[in-house]
């Protein structure tokens, strides 16, 4: 036999064994809400609120209690998911900028895999999904319908709409649907959820890695249909760290999201509110359900690996705020669920992540090398033990030039470096962060120590603000 022959033969062995084990690894389903704090989950303790697939995920996989978005903004908490890589590389200045297209993406190193790669909803980041790694979308949902009127153009409190104006369905050559509703509509979980399940449901040898987004439960905020007396106003409380106002200046009090409700705050506007927010809530619950019972029916239920998360949480009347541009815990931390095959059941987690953590945890569930020089870290082995210690002794927040954050096992410093003010908390004593410590002289030594490698941090990964500070010294 001739040695042209002998290399044919060896190279068409190799891609089919490349093509079985593709097809041996795990189907991924990624599913992210929009805005949802972190303790909208009854599997998290909320009595209020009913999420009873989230529950049932939780119950089969591990509930992650101290999950961070790092930037508590949708597109720029996006695009660290999609990169792998923390903001000040993602996108400058301050996270706000040109999208840092030489990044590595995570659906490119999926479909490099041999897995296809599919997003479904919400895109708020540069470009098309298609052009940053996706093989194709369904259900994308973005701007471009600005010249339609608002389908639905007052909220549920008949306030004129100011979020998702011009947002409309599209394909991927850019043509707009507007006739599927021009700014969120109250049942377009649906439509995302119709998405997710016609991908799921398609028959192919390879792995499936499908990205699905939702909206809810972000502003403009309508009832679903079906849903609008799920939740009594009357009988709902409050976030336990309400407030009518907050007490300073934290970079974003005239931002759009503040001034959503008249102020000064009340317990009946927030009343009010939780309850469309809660509706909104179990009206995804049960979309979610919907993809997850095709999942069972296609056979793939038990070799798909299920992340559930927020791009950030919100604050929703806590510490006087309704937005999310702030580094409390109801915002900076996440909503996260892992379960799968190779996942621990009903367990929960306090270690820490990152949502671009990710993109390489996902990577080595799946038997795929992530690539070297993104910032997320692996927490696969908490997956497998609860108990072990995450990938993160420290986590970093950061918003405009206007906060910055670290939270250890237990202290959690904020620094406002615009107006000269830090914050000290104890979450594990205070975990609704009632009781600043800052200006108590016994906890100076946390301070400092806190401060400093929070300082050296933000040096080391390019926050143009620490240059701009160090420079000037």
Same mark, same amino acid.
């Given at each position: 036999m001739s040695r042209p022959l002998l290399s044919l033969?060896?190279?068409?062995?190799?891609?089919?064994? *490349?093509?079985?084990? !593709?097809? =041996?690894? #795990?189907?991924?389903?990624?599913?992210? *809400? &929009? &805005?949802?704090? #972190? &303790?909208?989950?009854?599997?998290? !303790?909320?009595?209020?609120?009913? +999420?009873?697939?989230? &529950?049932?995920?939780?119950?089969?996989?591990?509930?992650?209690?101290?999950?961070?978005?790092? $930037? #508590?903004?949708?597109?720029?908490?996006?695009?660290?998911?999609?990169?792998?890589?923390?903001?000040?590389?993602?996108?400058?200045? %301050?996270?706000?900028?040109?999208?840092?297209?030489?990044?590595?993406?995570?659906?490119?190193?999926?479909?490099?895999?041999? $897995?296809? +790669?599919? $997003?479904?909803?919400?895109?708020?980041?540069?470009?098309?999904? +298609?052009?940053? !790694? $996706?093989?194709?979308? =369904?259900?994308? %949902? !973005?701007?471009?319908g600005g010249k339609y009127p608002l389908t639905f153009a007052v909220d549920h409190r008949g306030v004129p709409v100011t979020g998702y104006t011009g947002w409309v369905f599209k394909d991927d050559a850019g043509k707009t649907y507007p006739e599927r509703g021009v700014g969120l509509t109250p049942n377009i979980s649906e439509a995302f959820a119709d998405a997710a399940i016609e991908l799921v449901s398609e028959t192919d040898d390879r792995p499936f890695f499908v990205h699905v987004n939702f909206t809810a439960p972000h502003d403009p905020r309508f009832f679903p249909r079906g849903y609008e007396t799920s939740y009594d106003p009357a009988k709902l409380a409050p976030p336990a760290n309400f407030a009518e106002r907050h007490p300073f200046d934290h970079g974003n009090l005239n931002g759009r999201d503040e001034v959503l409700l008249p102020r000064p705050l009340t317990p009946e506007l927030i009343r009010g509110e939780l309850a469309v927010y809660y509706a909104l809530i179990e009206h995804m619950d049960a979309q979610i359900g919907r993809i997850l019972a095709a999942l069972e029916r296609g056979g793939h239920a038990e070799n798909t690996i299920i992340f559930f998360t927020s791009d950030h949480g919100l604050a929703v009347g806590s510490h006087g705020l309704l937005g999310k541009q702030n580094m409390y815990e109801h915002t900076i931390n996440v909503p996260l669920i892992a379960a799968g095959p190779g996942i621990a059941a009903g367990r929960e987690t306090a270690a820490q992540c990152y949502l671009r953590d990710l993109f390489p945890t996902v990577c080595e569930l799946c038997g795929i090398a992530a690539p070297r020089e993104i910032d997320g870290r692996s927490f696969a082995a908490v997956l497998k033990r609860p108990e072990a210690k995450g990938p993160h002794d420290y986590v970093i927040g950061y918003f405009t030039d206007t906060q910055r954050m670290i939270r250890g096992e237990r202290y959690k410093l904020i620094r406002y470096p615009q107006i000269g003010r830090e914050q000290l908390f104890d979450v594990v004593a205070d975990p609704n962060e009632l009781h600043d410590l800052g200006g108590e002289a016994q906890s100076a030594a946390i301070r400092r120590e806190l401060g400093d490698k929070l300082s050296a941090w933000l040096r080391e990964h390019g926050d143009p603000l620490a240059a701009k500070s160090s420079a000037g010294r």
């Open positions: 033969i060896a190279i068409v062995f190799l891609l089919e064994s *490349a093509s079985a084990a !593709g097809a =041996r690894r #795990p189907n991924v389903l990624i599913i992210c *809400a &929009d &805005d949802m704090r #972190p &303790d909208c989950l009854a599997a998290a !303790g909320n009595v209020a609120v009913r +999420t009873p697939t989230l &529950d049932r995920l939780a119950a089969r996989g591990v509930l992650f209690r101290r999950a961070v978005c790092a $930037y #508590p903004i949708c597109v720029v908490s996006r695009a660290e998911m999609l990169t792998g890589c923390q903001a000040f590389r993602v996108q400058t200045p %301050y996270a706000s900028g040109k999208f840092n297209s030489a990044l590595p993406r995570w659906p490119e190193a999926m479909r490099a895999a041999g $897995y296809r +790669t599919f $997003y479904v909803g919400k895109w708020h980041t540069t470009g098309i999904p +298609t052009k940053l !790694g $996706y093989q194709a979308t =369904r259900g994308l %949902y !973005g701007s471009g």
